[in-house]
């Protein structure tokens, strides 16, 4: 059975940083890119962030690129999102997902499988 568990949300103040972990059972992550959305309250769920099968290759939203940074490791059957410099619009549950191919973007449809996510406040 394929499990994802997020981790790492709490609350924060602006400027702050949180690491948020993707921790994938049941199955490898390796063959698999992988993916982190987030949904604020009253909005649809929105990209974030997508990573490549091999880490190589990365794919991060305008509203959060050169404050975010995604990464994996493959040997942990982890994934990861560093974030920097947050600000009040970061308020979200971010979901991590699995996507469907070795490489993927930024459409839900993408993605097989979900976490039940982690929610992320940050106070201004």
């Known amino acids: 059975q394929v499990q994802l568990v997020e981790s790492g949300g709490g609350l924060v103040q602006s400027g702050g940083s949180l690491k948020l972990s993707c921790a994938a059972s049941g199955y490898s992550i390796r063959p698999h890119a992988m993916g982190w959305f987030r949904q604020a309250p009253g909005k649809e769920r929105e990209f974030v962030a997508a990573?490549?099968?091999?880490?190589?290759?990365?794919y991060v939203a305008d509203p959060v690129k050169g404050r975010f940074t995604i990464s994996r490791d493959n040997a942990k059957n982890t994934m990861y999102l560093q974030m920097n410099t947050l600000k009040p619009e970061d308020t979200a549950v971010y979901y991590c997902a699995r996507a469907r191919y070795a490489t993927s973007g930024s459409g839900l449809d993408e993605y097989d499988y979900w976490g039940q996510g982690t929610q992320v406040t940050v106070s201004s």
């Open positions: 990573i490549a099968w091999s880490g190589g290759g990365t």
